[in-house]
Structure formats: C-alpha cells, structure tokens
C-alpha cells in the first residue's frame, strides 16, 4: 500500500499539477505504480515534457517519503486513482489529478448529485441572499454543494450548507494544509464536522501560486453533475470554471442580475447568449437533477414499538448531526449495538443517516 502512496506522489510531482498528460498515463498504465516501474520504457518517455525528462533520473520514491510521513503525522488523506473514494468524476478528465489530499470524509466526494455554486468574491447583497437561499434549499433536498472555499460567494454557498446542517466539498487552490483566505478556517471546520471534505492537488508544506487557483477551478467543474453561477464580472475566474463546465458537458445554470451592475455582466451574458439556463428558484434545478425539493419522509413506526435499545438511542439524537462516537459515549453502547439500533431507527422512519458516520431525528 505504501508502495503505491509513494508512486503516487512520485508520478504527480514528476507531471506537476494539471498535466494534459495525466489521463494518457492512466489510460496506458493503469496505476502509478506501474508507470514507475515502466519510467525508463519508451512508452513511458514519450509522454514527458523536456522539463519533466530533465527531473526524471533525479525524482525517486524515497525523495515522496517526507510528504507522506507528513501527511500521515497530521491526519491528511491521500488519494490515488486506485482508492475507491477517489473522485470517480475525475477519471475522464485527460489533466486528473495524480494524488489527492483530503481533510474531512472522502466518501461525501463521490455523492450522487454534487452542484457546483460559485460567483464573484466582492458579491452584492443580492448575490448573497440568492446564494444563501439557493444554497440552503439545493442543501435540503439532499445536493452536496460544491465551491471553492475562497472569499465572497463560494463561502456563502458552504455557509448555507453547513447552516442546513448538511455536507459540503471545499476545493482548494492551495496546499491542503492551508486555507485561504484564513478567516475561512472555522467555516473549514464545521463543514468537516457535518461530514463535507476539503480537498487539493497541493501537498501540506508546499507554496501557493497564483495559478493554481485557476486549475482547481476545472475539479469545482468536474466534480458537479450541474454548475450554478449567481453573480460574475464578464471576465473572471468564475468564468473560466464555466467554460470548465461547458467544456465537461455539464449544464450551466444561472441567476439573472441588475442590467446595471458589472457582478451580473457575466450570468447575463451567459443566458442573453443561450450558454447558461436562467436560475430563478431551487426547484427548477432540483426537478432537472430528479430531486425533489420537499422530499418525502417515509411513515414512521410508533416509538412505542422499537425495542428498548432504540428508545434509548432516540434520546442522544436532536435535530443537529450526532457522529457515531457521540452517541456512544452518550449511551454508553458498544458501536455494534448502536449501529444496530441505528439501522432499526432507520427503517422505522426515526433516523436521517448523514455522511461521515452522523445521524440525527427525520
């Protein structure tokens, strides 16, 4: 397993970050294991850069020891095209990421309907109320918001998530260790906690760059089956993540703004120029996504029928998310008995099971 952390790390510091030749490795070799073993073949050599072939002979992966024990010291997922939690949305893009980095629970990245929501970092107070409102009703019915964690809309968009109480998926344009701006590092927190993840192409201890920024705009992209824009300048970098999206095939969506105000030059064009559906409210996107915007909770059995181990978990749960671990050691059960009474709560109608092991009263 260590081996294959190692390749790779090795293979994506060799291609550095989004690498038009990523997805030919992938398709050619399978792992990054593989493609180490075969580095010195022609078929290996070919798909270098003259700068990549240059650092070839001096890269081993004993230099990638350093970021993993780092990584492994802080508690810092990482993930290869071979982890099951790698984001399968990534796999057919031809720049993927080599390696991941994640903080939070990795399995919320390959949730059924990820919505991209993004807009201007300097947004209006009406791109912020339609932000928080949007926002908050896509996260209800069950949408794991995806942004970028940065200034102005994309920290309303997991704000009105974690205000849902549901996850959320930050993606970073810095190393994984850092967020940015750093104001953002409670909100980081709570969406952790309420079972999101935040993750990065950028090992801990690396330098941010101005471009990277830009790069992660095209995983916000990828990773959402639907892109919602409610405020862009005609040029900016929520634009580029547009072209991102159109580029993957994923329908655009935005909110039409004030004909005066440069925040809405750019969702205006796109809906003037037929490039975007125009966003009014949540449920036309939920309807399109095939969810529905109040969502039916199943009949619930009478209390009075759950056994006594059920009853007993009904009073460690509230409306807010409770880990696993919580209710453990609220009632002192063993995780096997919890987690039974747990599936029976659920199949009575009484529990909402969340990502990241939570749970809470439907």
Not at 264 to 279: E, F, K, M, P
């Amino acid at each position: 397993m260590e081996e294959g952390l190692l390749a790779s790390l090795w293979l994506g510091s060799l291609l550095g970050p989004g690498s038009h030749r990523a997805g030919e490795m992938l398709a050619r070799f399978g792992t990054a294991r593989e493609a180490f073993r075969q580095r010195f073949s022609p078929e290996f050599l070919e798909l270098l850069t003259k700068g990549q072939l240059e650092k070839l002979p001096g890269l081993t992966l004993e230099s990638q020891l350093p970021v993993l024990e780092n990584c492994q010291r802080r508690g810092i997922g990482i993930l290869t095209w071979e982890e099951p939690d790698y984001p399968q949305a990534f796999l057919d893009m031809e720049d993927l990421p080599v390696t991941l980095f994640v903080t939070g629970d990795p399995r919320v990245l390959n949730h059924p309907c990820c919505v991209g929501m993004v807009g201007s970092r300097r947004p209006s107070a009406y791109g912020v109320r339609v932000c928080a409102e949007l926002g908050g009703e896509l996260a209800r019915a069950g949408a794991v918001l995806v942004s970028g964690l940065a200034d102005g809309l994309d920290s309303q968009a997991h704000q009105a998530a974690v205000e849902a109480g549901m996850p959320t998926i930050g993606i970073l344009g810095t190393p994984i260790d850092k967020t940015y701006p750093a104001a953002n590092a409670s909100l980081r927190r709570k969406m952790e906690e309420l079972g999101g993840a935040t993750i990065s192409e950028y090992p801990p201890n690396g330098e941010s760059h101005r471009q990277y920024f830009l790069l992660r705009n095209r995983l916000i992209a990828a990773l959402s089956c639907a892109l919602c824009v409610v405020e862009a300048r005609e040029k900016s970098g929520t634009m580029s993540t547009v072209h991102r999206a159109q580029e993957y095939g994923r329908p655009v969506y935005a909110v039409p703004g004030n004909i005066f105000s440069p925040l809405s030059q750019g969702t205006n064009q796109l809906i003037a120029q037929g490039q975007a559906r125009v966003l009014r409210s949540a449920e036309g996107l939920l309807e399109d996504l095939g969810i529905s915007a109040s969502p039916q909770q199943p009949d619930k059995v009478p209390v009075a029928a759950l056994s006594a181990t059920a009853k007993r978990l009904l009073g460690a749960l509230g409306d807010a998310p409770v880990s696993l671990e919580a209710i453990c050691a609220a009632t002192g059960l063993g995780t096997g008995t919890v987690l039974a009474a747990l599936t029976e709560l659920e199949l009575a109608g009484q529990v909402q099971p969340l990502p990241g092991r939570q749970y809470r009263l439907s």
